[in-house]
Structures are given as structure tokens and as C-alpha cells.
């Protein structure tokens, strides 16, 4: 006698009492804290903050250590419970110009106004493994000096002083959208564009600004500048009517540069791609001012030659979240669809068959 | 820190997110199949894994409401369970297995065998809403074609499933037309379940988390499905009675026994199943029901 199968519920059950042991692992190996993530995996937490948008180190570190150190998981408890907690409100726009800044450089100008700072870069390191990490050799400290009292001006302000640079665009009504407060209709305004991209993933990003400067939507891009450092947020608060400092966050900022002709509308000068990510995220924030230029192609009525020039594509696919959920719901049982299928292959089969068995004439193609 | 988290609102969605889940189930209701744009939130499960379902449900669930979740028909499969658990410990409702008894039945893939009856709603997990999207991928131009009323693709797509296979080749998620106007996608259903959406006494509501749509049936409503007059819509039909309550007429599961071919079919719809056995139904492969007794 057939019994149908039952147990869902304990199979469930201990399929996540086995994940929380895999996951603790050997228990003689002293188990990770939240401190030894933030201190030394502290761009795998930047990633997590920057993908989950919500900026919380030790939520960020539970997150990746719960998830056995896979950031997509990681990224998703995040984003779980970030759409659980209450909005006050919107800050007032940070101010990259006042950033503290640890790591600024320009790949357009030799020298500037507050000058090349290389800051902790994985550039010019010979990727050779060092084993002495591995004996948990000691570490020097950083060089230490006064914070520099020359200023470090953006460079698009710099450039923009000669007017040879787009101007930073304005909010329409001072007020920016918030994709995860309302859904999405295309096309999008350049705000939610960036907040879609600078939650996407990085992976994807990456791949898709690649294939802008391997000639898929080509962009004549130069790193203007690339910036790393902490900036203030600050919160308007209506019963003050003045801005009050929350805190400060750690950023990074890059901005492209981009050759423009010109049009019957704006005259030949340089445009912009923007990135802007949580921590210290290079890659990402590159990749993002790459996507952000290639999707502003309509704007400047340039050719559409790309898929990152594509916005309904690029936006409706680089969720990571979202396409880690849908493509693994294939695992979900489909056997009620599957069936279906079945039964109607096996009704054309049968049809094909007998056909065949007739034998006089072969199925005739539809072309002939 | 961490302890504050443990916090979670009746039902999970804040009242906000509630209201405005609302609003767009009432707009949907106003508008048979037409699908309405919401601010879907991230879910504690992933996307495509019941998330618009299940925001749904969280919207309309009361204390006193008693939920039913199937997934493929069964109250036990893996995805059904943990859903049901979710909704027992974030919204302590009662929980049941039998269709007649719940006021509220999440489902994926299937309509129960039982008839359904007022006051019933009945929330369906969408995938891809758009029943256009694999004609036309482009949101922007499905919505105009909707607007428009131009679904001529879609015929056109039937129409050579019959030109090339003989038949329409489409064996679930069928597409159906909504009180004349909307063309809708019924979800991954098998065309079998489709007339049970026509003229249903339930209110039949359906989401989409990760594509951001809602869309309703309200009770009553005409959903016919697609089709021609010398090539009229047929469902499934199953040469076979389950082999453990004998039902015929409806839908079934195929079961492998073994590696030689041997398979038996068994209802989908387990409750509907259960019940008949209860009532002393007896299929083929069943056994004695003392013996099962023992």
C-alpha cells in the first residue's frame, strides 16, 4: 500500500537544526564574534550594508556569520529586517565635498587641490598569498599625520567652475523617490535609477559596465575621481527647523567622466556617471557610474547599442536578492505543472507514433 | 542591539504596509484582472517562494480567521508547511487543513476539488503576473497592450500551438479573459482548475511579491479561457481514478513505484483525498480499511 508522504514539518526541522551545526562547525574551534567580522572581513560587511542599504556593522556581521558566510544570504537577512523598521524620514543630501576623507584619487588630473591620496588599496599589491597572515604574524600600524588643512574640492566642481561639466542635476520638488516605499514604473527618474543600482549586485553591475568599455554602449569613460571617507548625515527636523548631525557613515564615491558632442540642446562638454555605495566598495561604485552613464543614453539621445543601456533590463535584473529567490524557487515542487506537461507529451508522442506506424509517408515538414 | 528584533507586528506587515496592501487589493477588486502596481516589501522568505501571497495574506488575516495553505494541492508539501508555520507564530490564527473549514486558503498551483463558497477568499502566489510577458517582455509595452485591450499576440500564439502541435500547447497557467476586458494569467494552475475560477462564490485575490502586483477575481465574476470556435477550450481529463479514494474528475499526481514503469495516480488535492477516504472511498490501491486500521 502506497502511504503518500508526510513529515514535512520535522523534515523542515531538522533540515535547520543540521544547517545551525554545519554552520558552527567544529566546536573546539573557538566560535567567530561579531567584532573579529567588522575588524577583519570589513569589506565583506560593507558589501552586506551597501546591498541590504541599511547601514548597521553588527547587524551587518550577524548577518554574514548566520549566513555561514554567503553574502547574497547575508544581504537577504539584512534586507528582511530592514523592511521591518519605521521611516522618520530623509536626510538632508550628504556632503561628499566635506568628506573625512581616507583614500581620493583622480585619474584625470596629475595633481589637485587637496591632492592624490592612495589610503588601504589592494592597487600596486602583488597578489602573492602571505602565509604570515596565516601564522597571524604582527601587523604594523598605519603612518599617521594632521588631517590636511587644504580642502580636497570635488573635481566635477572644479571642472564645473570652467563650465565644461553637467551641473549636479536637482530633485524635481526637493524630493527624491524611494523604490522600496513604491513600486517601480518605467522609465525611471535618474534618483531611483541610482537607488536601484546602488543596491544592486555587485557581480552583475560588474559584468555589465565591462561590456560598456568592451564596445557594448561605449562611453568614453575617465575616472575623474574616486573618493573614500566619512561623511555627516544630517536630518531636517521640522519642530527645529534646522538640520541636526546623526552620525557619520563611510562612503565611497566614485564619479566618471565621459566625453559628449554635444546636442541641438546642450553644448559639447562632459557628462557623468555616479556611484555611490555604502563602506569601502571600489569595484561597485565604479561599476555603478559606469551602468548610471550607459543608462542615461536616451537622455542624451545616443545610439542604443548596449543591454547596460537597457533600463528596464538593467533595473528589473540586478536585484540580487530577487533573482537568488526566483531562480532557486525552481526547486520548489512543480509536479502539478510537470504532470500537465507529461500528459500532453505523452499525447502528441502517441499521435507522432501513430503516424508513423501508417508508414506510407513521412511527417511532412512545415517548409515543405 | 539584537534583542529589540524580536519584535515583529501582529501578521508580520506593519499597519502602514497593511493599509496600503489594501488599497490595492480594494483597486484590484474595483478592476477584475487588472493588475495593480503595489510597494511590495522584502519578505522573510524569498522571492518567488510566495512573498506576494503572502503579503496578501498578511493584509486581510484576522485573529479570527482559519488558515489553510497548499502548495501542488497538499497541505504537507515542504513550502506549504513552512508558510503555515509562519503565519501560526507571527499571527498566532488558527490553522486547518480542511478547505470547507478556512476562511482564508493560500495556495500555489491549485484550486481545491471542493467547491468553494461566500465568504471564502481564496489567495493565489504569482510568479510572473503578466500573461503577455513571454510574448513581450517589456513591462511598458505589456501595460499598453493592456490599456489598449490588444491581446491579438496572444490569439496569434494559440493559433500557431494549433498550426504546429494540432492543439494549444499550453497545459497550465492558461490564460483566461476577466468580465470581457482583462485578459489575466491564472498562475501556474492546471488549465484543469480554470473553469473552477469562473463564477466562483469566493473572492479570488492574487500576488505577486517580486514583480509588484496585485490582482482579483471578485465572487461571481466571468473568467473564461481562451480559445477558438472550432478549437474550444478542454482541460485534462485522467484515464484513471486516484488509486487511493477512487475520485474521478479530478486532478491527479503521477507516483513512480518503481525503476520498471510502475506508477499509480493519487489525487493532488490531499484534503479532498483524506476526506473521501474517510467516507469509506476506496481506490485500487488502497487496501483493506481494516488492515489500515491495524
Known sequence: ?368 | MTAAIAHYNFAYLDEQTKRMIRRAILKAIAIPGYQVPFASREMPMPYGWGTGGVQVTASIIGPDDQLKVIDQGADDTTNAVSIRAFFAKVANVATTTHTSEATIIQTRHRIPEETLKTGQILVYQVPIPEPLRFLEPRETETRKMHALEEYGLMHVKLYEDIARHGRIATTYAYPVKVEGRYVMDPSPTPKFDNPKMHRSQALQLFGAGREKRIYAVPPFTDVVSLDFEDHPFEIQHFDEPCALCGAEGVYLDEVILDDHGGHMFVCSDTDFCEDRRNHGHRGKLAGHPLEAAE
Not at chain 1, 573579529?36 to 560587511?45: F, K, T, W
Open chain 1, 1 to 368: 500500500m502506497y502511504v503518500a508522504v508526510k513529515g514535512g514539518e520535522a523534515a523542515i526541522a531538522n533540515a535547520h537544526r543540521l544547517l545551525a551545526d554545519r554552520r558552527r562547525g567544529d566546536r573546539s574551534v573557538p566560535a567567530l564574534r561579531l567584532d573579529q567580522i567588522i575588524e577583519q572581513l570589513g569589506l565583506a560587511v560593507d558589501r552586506c550594508m551597501g546591498e541590504g542599504s541599511l547601514y548597521d556593522k553588527e547587524l551587518a556581521a550577524l548577518a554574514i556569520i548566520q549566513a555561514r558566510g554567503d553574502l547574497i544570504e547575508a544581504i537577504f537577512l539584512v534586507r528582511a529586517y530592514r523592511t521591518t523598521l519605521p521611516r522618520f524620514g530623509y536626510s538632508t543630501p550628504v556632503d561628499t565635498g566635506k568628506m573625512l576623507i581616507e583614500r581620493r584619487i583622480s585619474a584625470t588630473f596629475k595633481d589637485l587641490p587637496g591632492g592624490q591620496l592612495l589610503g588601504p588599496t589592494f592597487d600596486y599589491t602583488h597578489r602573492l598569498l602571505d602565509p604570515t597572515i596565516a601564522e597571524n604574524g604582527a601587523v604594523a600600524e598605519g603612518e599617521r599625520r594632521d588631517a590636511d588643512a587644504e580642502q580636497a574640492p570635488r573635481v566635477t566642481d572644479l571642472l564645473a567652475g570652467e563650465g565644461l561639466i553637467e551641473p549636479d542635476g536637482v530633485a524635481e520638488n526637493g524630493e527624491v523617490g524611494d523604490l522600496t516605499r513604491s513600486p517601480l514604473e518605467f522609465p525611471l527618474d535618474r534618483d531611483l535609477r541610482l537607488q536601484a543600482l546602488a543596491r544592486g549586485d555587485e557581480g552583475f553591475l560588474l559584468g555589465l559596465a565591462y561590456s560598456t568599455q568592451r564596445g557594448y554602449a561605449r562611453s568614453h569613460p575617465f575616472v575623474g575621481e574616486i573618493r573614500i571617507g566619512e561623511v555627516d548625515v544630517e536630518l531636517d527636523i521640522p519642530e527645529l527647523g534646522f538640520a541636526v548631525n546623526l552620525g557619520r557613515i563611510k562612503v565611497t564615491e566614485c564619479q566618471m567622466v565621459n566625453q559628449f558632442k554635444g546636442s541641438a540642446k546642450a553644448p559639447p562638454q562632459f557628462t557623468r556617471g555616479y556611484g555611490l555605495v555604502f563602506g569601502q566598495a571600489e569595484r561597485k561604485a565604479m561599476s555603478m557610474a559606469l551602468c548610471d552613464r550607459a543608462l542615461r543614453a536616451r537622455e542624451f539621445g545616443e545610439d542604443l547599442a548596449g543591454i547596460a543601456q537597457d533600463e528596464e533590463f538593467v533595473i528589473s535584473h540586478l536585484d540580487n536578492v530577487q533573482s537568488t529567490g526566483f531562480v532557486e524557487h525552481l526547486k520548489l515542487p512543480h509536479y502539478v505543472d510537470f504532470q500537465a506537461e507529461l500528459g500532453l507529451v505523452r499525447r502528441m508522442r502517441a499521435e507522432y507514433e501513430a503516424k508513423q506506424a501508417e508508414g506510407d509517408e513521412p511527417l511532412q515538414e512545415a517548409a515543405e
